[in-house]
């Protein structure tokens, strides 16, 4: 079992506590100088039930995503980081991060804000962040915003 990283998975939605995640996957790649993968995942269900059509990268909807990756991509590399890949995709969030992009990027560990853009789906059906940590094949840091009170 080896203690270092080599690739880091930071997931991204434009939230508070995803942008700090990804300041702390800058300073993990950094320090185990790892590949740092930045993936922001356009939940599209709600949009195709309305559309009934899956959009492609090119759609309006994919905008806001390509404009956050680009910002973080140069932030990154300003840093020091050499490898920086950036990812855009449809799809739902729980599945895309932690089975499909963590097991295709060889990721051995998923960076992710504890609570994302979407606080109503968290009502509903709990939070992509306890998704990622429950079905990961990898391990998974998952960064809070504020500290709690004891």
Do not use: W
């Amino acid at each position: 079992m080896t203690l270092e990283y080599n690739n880091v998975l930071a997931a991204v939605d434009g939230s508070h506590e995803a942008e700090l995640a990804f300041k702390k996957s800058i300073e993990l790649a950094k320090r185990h100088n790892a590949v740092l993968h930045l993936l922001h995942v356009v939940d599209t269900r709600a949009y195709t039930t309305m559309t009934k059509h899956v959009p492609d990268i090119d759609d309006e909807i994919f905008e806001d995503g390509k404009e956050l990756l680009s910002k973080y991509k140069k932030e990154a590399e300003a840093a020091g980081i050499p490898e920086v890949n950036v990812y855009i995709t449809p799809g739902s969030p729980k599945k895309v991060i932690s089975r499909d992009y963590a097991n295709r990027l060889d990721a051995d560990l998923i960076v992710c804000g504890a609570q994302g853009l979407n606080a109503f789906e968290h009502y509903l059906m709990g939070s992509v962040s306890q998704h990622i940590v429950s079905s990961s094949p990898c391990d998974v840091l998952v960064v809070r915003g504020n500290k709690r009170s004891k």
